[in-house]
């Protein structure tokens, strides 16, 4: 199986993990908790990087059981998310959550719909300078969805760096629904990578990217898979590629609704948890 050609959005799924050793300039840390499996894809140069079709950077890829079911060890995995994210964030003074992708399209809705539950603290940063608050001292967080293309005829980049010259983050993190190539990683894994993102890329609808090098700042990228290509279940199940002449077409799960909802609380839990270490679970929860 050629691994380069699948669709994915997945650093872990671009290489054989079975292999005895891995491509050169790629490193592998894996480490558990009790609730996930948490494995980290090191690109360390450039070239490393075009061997696998991934920018340089940390590729940290979570893997739990399916978050479309209802979670029991809700905090313990909001917790391992909001420090594998806490990580990759140098300064967390000033963030600007961004929802990328579809509201309209529920597989696509991932990104709106964790936006929407982010703790907007900006305007109370403004109003009580410095964001003291109860004795509390908050970071100054904005929440941003950006649509699509075909909504607004501007690229989700374009506006995120505009509003960026508005609010002057320290850090972006964007939220995004992705692609993989293999059908049990669906809704079952989550990446984070400070490499930036390219909306769109595992679908073959790749738009300009978020990243350190087209906005100035750290990009921290957060997502889950939610759809997966025919021709790619084919291939992992016969280990030959499709017919060409086989038409394509993307794969959800039948439980998406529920996938996209208890995930968007899960990554929004734990973004906030990220940026507000000063409030308690139970307060996070209520103003979510």
Known sequence: ??????????????????AAALPKGILRKIRKSSVCTITEIIVEDIMAGLKIGKSTGRYIT??????????????????????????????????LVVGLGNESITPDALGPRTASRIIATRHVAEENMGAELSGLSLNSVSALSAGVMGQTGIESSELVLAVCGKVNPTCVIAVDALACSDISRLGTTIQITDSGI?????????????SRETLGIPVVAVGVPTVVDMHSIVRSITGDAPDKHLPNMMVTPRDVDKLIDRTAHLL?????????PGLSDEDILSLM
């Not at 050629?2 to 799924?13: G, I, K, Y």
């Not at 390219?198 to 978020?210: A, C, D």
């Open 1 to 18: 199986m050629n691994r380069s050609s699948a669709r994915t959005d997945l650093a872990v799924e671009t290489f054989d993990p079975d």
């Open 62 to 95: 979570v893997e739990t059981d399916r978050l479309s079911a209802h979670p029991e060890d809700l905090s313990e995995q909001s917790r391992n998310i909001a420090d594998e994210i806490s990580a990759l964030i140098p300064d967390k003074d000033r963030l």
């Open 198 to 210: 390219s909306p769109g890329s595992g679908v073959q609808n790749r738009r300009k990217e978020l």
């Open 268 to 276: 929004a839990f734990a973004i906030n948890r990220c940026a507000q």
